[in-house]
């Protein structure tokens, strides 16, 4: 039986937490693009979206998503459309209030 190595889950928030989408100038993961993150033996697998299907960012957030990980783990993406996006998505304390 495999455990999720919940120390390492964590350093891959505090790296996916860096990783900023330049139009809207949130973090991913307060963003919502972060689906689920499982961490194990030194590898950690990612569940994200975009904001729309036709996001001129998916490359640029994939490769940023990669690069980060790497450095402290192998990671695995998943690109998923399903549930899509939407602004609800966005952790209350990142939304701007007025």
Known sequence: ???EDLNLRKQAVEQLR???DPEIGLNI????????????EGRIEVHLTVTTPACPLRLYIEQMVTSRLSE???????????PRWTPDMIADHARLYG
């Open 72 to 82: 402290i783990a192998e990671p695995v993406l998943h690109v998923v459309m399903e």
């Open 29 to 40: 993961v307060d963003l919502g693009l972060i689906y689920q993150i499982y961490a194990e």
């Open 1 to 3: 039986m495999k455990y």
């Open 18 to 20: 860096e990783i900023v």
